[in-house]
């Protein structure tokens, strides 16, 4: 086996090498100088501001591929979304479906919009969908809901912190008014407190109605917080709005037992002949595969088992206005198969972390409203359906995708679409 001369790797790698006279320090030394490059300093979107940042744009790219006409007409909704407003940029969005989901809260077909430039997604999907609802529809359910911030206080010693929060659990229906006070939708239903040695960590969790609520329970806790350093009989010595205990926009085991977001459980049984009918293989090869990936999973160090929940998640959550870097968090569950004694196969996805909402953030501009309007999804009282539709559509992929890899199509698939 030939063998790598590591130091010589290493020599050549980082040696200065001359380049038109510079050296490897000239490279990578500070430059200092006002940058050609700079733009408005104004966020907002008016005439005047996107006149002058594209003043500098055009000279690199044509101005009407990403300011468009209907960009220009719907420009003033983009302002509480986006800061520094250049246009929009359009994604192919294609539908899946139809997928029956026989849910708590969703009742009903759905043609789901997934915007991706990955091909073979939106087929495979559309393929899950398709077998789910010939088997009579995914039964779905809304376990848990509950959005967090985790303000963090730190004291000189152990005994003073738990002075603090001797303090604490004497506050909570003033904190409640307080965080309440902040919002029209959300409610403060539990605070959770955690004591690492002289920190202390509040665990503020918050129903959010139909919003995806991370903005909202940020301005709420941070009334409470300020509360807290301003009437607190024990003085802490550092606070932090956010100690990163509540796994935002990051995978975490924690949310498995628990809930950020929306916990959704969805199922389907389907029968040998369904399997072999859209899959191509069988309940049992099915069952063996989620076996040893299980296994695999454990050995990469894995948080959950499952195929590809970010690809449903990120289509769906960028088609419909959600907060693309939830995916983070919302890709984190548990995949199970089974074969049932009469043979079919019994297919189970529990998703922990969906961060979803039918109102607020990107959900009423133009498009987005236009996808969610698709599954008739749009506007109030429809955030739990859409965590519902949203784990059914996780289910379809998972069938999809390894039903592809048992019945070797996964590669052909791609080579003929990707293609």
């Keep these: 086996m030939p063998k790598l001369n590591f130091s010589r790797h290493v020599t050549s790698l980082f040696s200065p090498q001359p380049s038109n006279g510079s050296t490897l320090e000239q490279k990578l030394n500070p430059s200092f100088g006002r940058s050609p490059l700079r733009l408005t300093p104004s966020p907002y979107i008016s005439d005047k501001s996107l006149t002058k940042r594209w003043s500098k744009l055009a000279t690199l790219t044509d101005q009407a591929l990403l300011l468009d006409e209907m960009t220009l007409e719907h420009a003033e909704l983009y302002n509480k979304n986006i800061e520094h407003f250049i246009g929009t940029v359009k994604l192919p969005v294609g539908i899946a479906g139809p997928l029956r989901v026989n849910g708590l809260h969703a009742n009903d077909d759905y043609l789901v919009p997934l915007a991706t ?6 087929a495979s999907y559309n393929r899950g969908a398709q077998l789910i609802t010939e088997a009579g529809g995914a039964s779905a359910m809304l376990l848990n809901e509950g959005v967090s911030r985790t303000p963090v206080f730190i004291f000189n010693s152990l005994l003073e912190a738990g002075q603090f929060v001797a303090w604490v659990v004497t506050q909570y229906d003033h904190f409640k008014h307080i965080a309440e006070s902040t919002t029209a939708h959300g409610k403060l239903h ?3 407190v955690n004591l690492e040695g002289n920190h202390v960590y509040l665990v503020f969790e918050y129903h959010t109605g139909d919003a995806s609520g991370q903005n909202m329970v940020t301005i709420a806790t941070n009334e409470v917080y300020h509360f807290i350093l301003s009437q607190s009989p024990i003085e802490p010595k550092e606070a932090f709005l956010d100690g990163n205990l509540s796994g935002d926009k990051k995978p975490n085991a924690h949310t498995l037992r628990h809930v950020r977001g929306k916990k959704v459980a969805a199922e389907v049984k389907l029968s040998k002949q369904l399997v072999e009918k859209y899959l191509h293989t ?6 063996r595969f989620g076996q040893v990936t299980t296994t695999g999973a454990a050995l990469s160090g894995g948080i959950g088992v499952n195929a590809h929940y970010a690809n449903a998640l990120a289509a769906l959550y960028i088609a419909c206005g959600q907060d693309a870097a939830c995916v983070a968090e919302s890709a984190v569950g548990i995949t199970r198969m089974e074969v049932s ?10 998703l922990p972390n969906l961060m979803v909402g ?11 409203k236009a996808c969610l309007e698709i599954m008739k999804l749009s506007g109030s009282g429809k955030a739990k359906a859409l965590a519902e539709v949203a784990a059914a559509l996780c289910l379809a992929g998972e069938l999809s995708i390894v039903g592809a890899f048992c019945a070797d199509h996964f590669s052909r698939a791609h080579q003929k679409l990707a293609r």
């Design 117 to 122: 430039t990955e091909a073979a997604l939106v």
């Design 282 to 287: 069988t309940p049992e090869k099915m069952m």
């Design 358 to 368: 039918t109102v607020g953030g990107g959900t009423g501009l133009p498009t987005q």
């Design 341 to 350: 004694e009469d043979g079919s196969l019994y297919a189970s996805v529990t």
């Design 190 to 192: 539990d605070i959770n």
